[in-house]
């Protein structure tokens, strides 16, 4: 594995080495200032000082393997954009997701839907649109706490006739510090009392200023109930998608995020997950948090078998020892005992971590007073 000297971590740590010995010293490693200590044990010297972030990431072993290495641009290609539906309870994301869904499902495909995985891809105009449904807001904000950035554009679901609520600002903070960018759905235009320039005006208070009122942000007027500019919707994200010019490289290992995990009672540990950059095949072996394992199947949204799963679309995948956690990364890795190892270290430290906060701190001071 990596080590690096305690000289080089403190000066990573911007520590004095005297600081770092001592630290060491109290997790039962004695170290001269020249000493190599392994990447594991530097990173529990970071995470003492409340470090671990940056140094970690910089130290662990597992970085050479999970750290996203550089495209050659001939290999990139354009991806589809992934989709969050966010708003005030009650003003119809659940309802739009479904509107949208059936009208882009053929008749025939409709009854074949009996899956649902939290995330589908449509087709409008020869060009996928992948939708998230399950970050509502605890979820999204889950995610981004631990660094998952899935969504590339936010649909603000904002109610005619009720207007801006709380979740709604809420929603719009959520997606600005994501720097996500917003695409506002003003529903319920089929109800009598809509009133789409009052949410318009009210918006503004927040820095949303519609196109026609000389903004740049797009807000189309629709109705989940009566499908009602579905169709402008999906334009506009496809609009809004074609200005991000979004690309990935279906050629590397498969890397991504985990949308939402659960144990199934047949299956065992199931996790949707959102593929990112790469191709995702049956075979591979994987890591994400402290689960590993190989993906013995995939399905996707309409619980069809897929053998492959490439950039932006969503898949179950059967194969992880155990559930991982929503938010985290998943990453190819290239045998099954490096997708072990990793998920067992991180383990350790996890239980390391947890066993330390239980713990009365003491420190070389406290032994040595009186
Ligand atoms: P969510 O909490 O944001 O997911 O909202 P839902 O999709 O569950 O919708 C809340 C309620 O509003 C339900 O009773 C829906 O039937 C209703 N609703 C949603 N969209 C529309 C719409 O466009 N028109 C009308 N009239 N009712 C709607
Ligand atoms: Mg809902």
Not at 262 to 273: Q, S
Not at 322 to 338: C, I, L, N, R, S
Request: aromatic residues 4%; glycine residues 8%; proline residues 5%.
């Amino acid at each position: 594995g990596e080590s690096v000297t305690v000289q080089e971590l403190a000066e990573k740590m911007k520590k004095s080495p005297a600081d770092i010995i001592k630290r060491l010293m109290m997790l039962g490693v004695l170290a001269t200032i020249n000493q190599e200590i392994d990447a594991d044990t530097a990173g529990i010297v970071a995470a003492e000082y409340g470090l671990e972030v940056e140094v970690k990431v910089e130290l662990d072993a597992e970085a050479l393997l999970t750290q996203e290495a550089e495209d050659d641009p001939a290999d990139l290609a354009p991806r589809p954009c992934v989709v969050t539906v966010m708003g005030h309870v009650d003003h119809g994301k659940t309802s739009l997701l479904d509107a949208i869904r059936q009208t882009n499902v053929t008749a025939t495909e409709a009854g074949g839907i009996t899956q649902h995985i939290g995330a589908y891809q449509i087709e409008h105009n020869n060009k996928k649109i992948t939708f998230l449904d399950t970050p509502g807001h605890e979820a999204f904000t889950a995610m981004r706490a631990r660094g998952a950035q899935v969504t590339d554009i936010a649909i603000l679901v904002v109610a005619a006739d009720d207007g801006v609520m709380p979740q709604t600002v809420e929603a719009i903070n959520h997606a600005r510090a994501a720097g996500v960018p917003i695409i506002v759905a003003i529903n319920k235009m089929d109800k009598p009392d809509a009133n789409p320039d009052r949410v318009k005006q009210q918006l503004t208070e927040y820095g949303l200023v519609a196109e026609e009122w000389g903004g740049d942000t797009v807000m189309v007027p629709v109705s989940a109930k009566t499908r009602q500019g579905i169709e402008d919707l999906l334009e506009m994200i496809l609009l809004v998608a074609e200005m991000a010019d979004l690309k990935a490289n279906p050629k590397r290992a498969g890397r991504g995020t985990v949308i939402e995990a659960e144990l199934d009672k047949g299956r065992g540990p199931v996790a949707t997950v959102l593929v990112q950059n790469g191709t995702l095949t049956v075979g591979d072996n994987v890591v994400a948090g402290t689960a590993w394992g190989r993906v013995r199947a995939m399905m996707d949204y309409r619980g069809r078998r897929v053998k492959k799963a490439v950039p932006s679309m969503p898949v179950e995948v059967l194969g992880f020892s155990e559930v991982p956690q929503a938010g985290d990364m998943f990453y190819v890795v290239p045998d099954e005992k490096t997708a072990r190892s990793i998920a067992e270290k991180r383990a350790n430290r996890k239980r390391e971590e947890e066993f330390k906060a239980a713990m009365p701190r003491v420190s070389l001071d406290d032994l040595f007073k009186q």
